[in-house]
């Protein structure tokens, strides 16, 4: 059963990433039409998507940029304006440029609450993307506000108990961890797990993700023995979606680089390092790897403790 659910996983990624493969390829035997007319802003956007929601956003980047440059010029509704501003802040708080992100999503906040209401469930998955930005910015309060705000509007739409509130927890599970409160970001984790359990199921590449960040919660505390096997579960799922060498794969490795040193393996520690800075490397995304080598530094300093300790 695990291996046809993940099988299943992949296989919608697969498909996505085709698509963009095969309509790339059509553009090309279609140049000349394309010299006469640019594309919409919505098709530049959605293939945008596509390579975001494989975690390509170099590849994303430009697409996405297109997209927003030809909204602003063009006759666009301000619903897909909106939604290219904030595509974009979004691609920008991964790449780590959070001043251009917030920007960019409080100006898309804005024009989405004039659309559709400020307690529209849109509005709410945007105050995720804004609160995920204070959060790396530091902006603790802010990030708390902003998460609570998202939250008093879906749960005025649903349950508290149902499945959409799932992201919601993890939001203020990640901002609880950012802050050092790891019994609350535990009990938020462990929330969000109850909600998607039944209805995604312990195979499930979210699920997996969800357990990936519990498991690296445990790690910080010290608590590897009960890490270990949510961890183990989570690279399994990971490395048969993605593919055992993908990037997205890297903060598993990490964390399992801890688990390895905290039992004295220091050659599979420093192997899944390795690993892990090759496979962010291949992307060419330079901030991304010079994030990831400072996570190595504190992993590699950790095991100098242990070595002073022993």
Same mark, same amino acid.
């Given at each position: 059963m695990l291996m046809i659910m993940i #099988? $299943?996983?992949? @296989?919608?990624?697969f498909a996505a990433v085709l698509s963009i493969i095969l309509l790339n390829s059509s553009f090309a035997g279609e140049k000349t039409?394309?010299?006469? %007319?640019? =594309? +919409?802003? $919505?098709?530049?956007?959605?293939? +945008?998507?596509?390579?975001?929601?494989?975690? !390509?956003?170099? $590849?994303?980047?430009?697409?996405a940029e297109q997209a927003l440059a030809s909204a602003k010029t063009k006759a666009t509704p301000d619903s897909e304006l909106c939604l290219c501003m904030i595509d974009l802040a979004y691609l920008y708080f991964n790449q780590n440029r959070l001043d251009e992100a917030e920007q960019l999503c409080i100006t898309g906040l804005n024009l989405q609450e004039k659309i559709y209401t400020k307690d529209h469930p849109y509005v709410a998955y945007t105050l995720r993307t804004l609160g995920a930005i204070y959060r790396d910015q530091g902006k603790f309060a802010q990030a708390r506000a902003t998460i609570n705000k998202a939250i008093t509007i879906m749960l005025a739409c649903h349950p508290a108990d149902e499945p959409v509130m799932a992201p919601f927890k993890i939001d203020m599970a990640e901002l609880a961890v950012a802050e050092g409160d790891f019994? %609350?970001?535990? @009990?938020?984790?462990? #929330? +969000?797990? !109850?909600? *998607?359990?039944?209805?995604?199921? $312990? !195979?499930?590449l979210y699920t997996a993700n969800v357990l990936g960040g519990l498991a690296e919660l445990y790690t910080t505390q010290g608590r590897f023995t009960e890490a270990e096997p949510l961890i183990n579960h989570a690279r399994a799922v990971q490395e048969i979606v993605y593919g055992s060498e993908h990037y997205l794969v890297a903060p598993a490795w990490l964390t399992t680089a801890k688990i390895c040193q905290a039992k004295g393996d220091y050659l599979e520690a420093e192997r899944l390092l390795h690993r892990a800075a090759a496979a962010v490397e291949k992307t060419g995304d330079m901030t991304a790897s010079a994030k =990831? #080598? #400072?996570? *190595?530094?504190? *992993?590699?300093?950790q095991k100098q403790i242990a070595y002073k300790q022993s």
């Open positions: #099988q $299943k996983s992949r @296989n919608l990624v039409a394309l010299e006469r %007319k640019t =594309l +919409a802003p $919505k098709t530049l956007r959605s293939m +945008a998507r596509v390579y975001m929601a494989y975690g !390509d956003y170099a $590849k994303a980047q430009p697409l019994e %609350k970001a535990e @009990n938020y984790y462990l #929330q +969000a797990l !109850d909600l *998607i359990g039944s209805s995604y199921g $312990k !195979d499930h =990831l #080598q #400072q996570r *190595i530094g504190q *992993i590699r300093g």
